[in-house]
Structures are given as structure tokens and as C-alpha cells.
């Protein structure tokens, strides 16, 4: 069943712009794992976060949890045409057999 | 670095027909996941194994069957196959060391006409 949910469903912004985008989860989880997907096209790993950390980069990519919130954002900072994609989080419950439990996605668009 | 490979990434077949998939991890990952992912829709979680034993079941149709075999590599079986069968369908792997960190292969499209 899924169990993440994503905000907001789409967002668009100019080129330059940071994007923040949301996710909400129900269970306890191991870790959580945010992923990109170009249109039609396979699912890139964009970064993990587990269950201990509060925060973690990567090049322009932040990611924050709140597990007493149960939800996590990842901001893309200085957005580039290239980052126009669907962003998806996925969580790894702990009750889950390690079987990643996905959100709606967020469909970003970046306008040059 | 080598990533997950699936094969075919393109299949066209009829209604009740059958159609394999295959996935091929990334070397000394012990874990293949396998998802099916509609159009406009999010991944929903098929079967997976580990150590080439089914670890988990998702929404698997019972038309469709999936195994692990010795070298890693896994398929999933899919008969009688249904115009709703048409999606994406994604295999990923992992290692137990990591965290479930999942990586995912390009995937391969299947058109049920």
C-alpha cells in the first residue's frame, strides 16, 4: 500500500530558482530515499537519508527528515533546465521486508 | 560503474500472450526488486528476493511469476497477458550492506495490444 504522499504535485519555476519539494510518510522507517524520473525513462537514485540523520547534502540536492513529523523535503538549489523532471521519495518501512514504499511524485518544471 | 541491466527495454505483444523480463544486478548485490510503474503513475512493488529466495510479495497478478537464479539474475513470467499489463516495469538491486539503497535499472517497456 502506499504510504507516501507528495507535495505539491507540480511545481514550476524559473531557471535559477530553488525548488522544495515535500514528503509525508505514515509508518516508522528505516531510511528514505528520494528518486528523479525523466518522462518514460528509469528511476535515478538521487540520495538516502536513514532514519538517524536530520539532514544531508549532495551538490545542489538538500534533504531533511522529521521523523517526529514523519516527513522530509528535498530542495534543489540554483534549479537548472536540465532538473525538469518527476521527483518521487520512497520509504523503506520498517515493517516493509526492505520493499520501498513510494509517494505521488512531484512533477517539476524548470523554465529557462 | 556498472548498473542494473534489463533486457528487453522494448516489448510489444498481444493479449494472452506471455512475455519474460530480465534483470541482471549490480555485481555482488544479493537483493532484486521488482516494480511496475502505469502511465502517469508512482512504482508499485511486485516480488523481490534475496539470496535467490522470494523475500517479499507485493501486488504480483497470479498470472505472473518470478524467480532468482544462481548467478543473480532474476525474470518475471508474465502469461496471459491483459491490456492493463501495459506499464513500466523496473527491477533494482541491492546489497544487504546498504542500507536498501536501491538502484534501478532503465526498465523495460511493455505495450499489451
Known amino acids: 500500500s502506499q504510504q507516501g504522499e507528495e507535495d505539491p504535485q507540480a511545481l514550476s519555476i524559473q531557471e535559477g530558482e530553488n525548488a522544495t519539494m515535500n514528503c509525508s510518510y505514515k509508518?516508522?522507517?528505516?531510511?528514505l530515499q528520494w528518486y528523479r524520473q525523466n518522462s518514460g525513462r528509469g528511476l535515478v537514485h538521487l540520495i538516502l537519508i536513514r532514519s538517524n540523520e536530520r539532514e544531508k547534502h549532495s551538490g545542489r540536492l538538500r534533504v531533511t527528515l522529521d521523523t517526529s513529523k514523519k516527513s522530509s523535503s528535498l530542495l534543489i538549489t540554483a534549479s537548472r533546465a536540465a532538473d525538469t523532471a518527476s521527483y518521487f521519495c520512497?520509504?523503506?518501512?520498517?515493517?516493509?521486508?526492505?520493499?520501498?514504499?513510494w509517494g505521488a511524485g512531484t512533477k517539476l518544471i524548470i523554465k529557462p | 560503474a556498472a548498473g542494473v541491466i534489463q533486457s528487453p527495454r522494448h516489448l510489444i505483444k498481444e493479449k494472452r500472450e506471455t512475455a519474460t523480463l530480465k534483470c541482471y544486478p549490480i555485481p555482488r548485490h544479493d537483493t532484486v526488486y521488482w516494480y511496475q510503474q502505469g502511465p502517469g503513475q508512482d512504482p508499485q512493488f511486485l516480488i523481490s528476493?534475496?539470496?535467490?529466495?522470494?523475500?517479499d510479495k507485493g501486488s504480483i497478478p497470479d498470472r505472473f511469476s518470478a524467480q532468482q537464479f544462481s548467478d543473480y539474475h532474476s525474470e518475471l513470467n508474465m502469461s496471459s497477458l491483459e491490456l492493463g499489463d501495459s506499464a513500466l516495469y523496473f527491477c533494482?538491486?541491492?546489497?544487504?550492506?546498504?542500507?536498501?539503497?536501491?538502484?534501478f535499472g532503465p526498465g523495460t517497456r511493455l505495450t499489451v495490444l
Open positions: 509508518t516508522s522507517i528505516n531510511n
Open positions: 528476493f534475496y539470496e535467490k529466495m522470494q523475500s
Open positions: 533494482a538491486s541491492s546489497s544487504e550492506t546498504g542500507y536498501n539503497e536501491q538502484f
Open positions: 520512497a520509504t523503506d518501512a520498517e515493517d516493509s521486508n526492505y520493499q520501498l514504499i
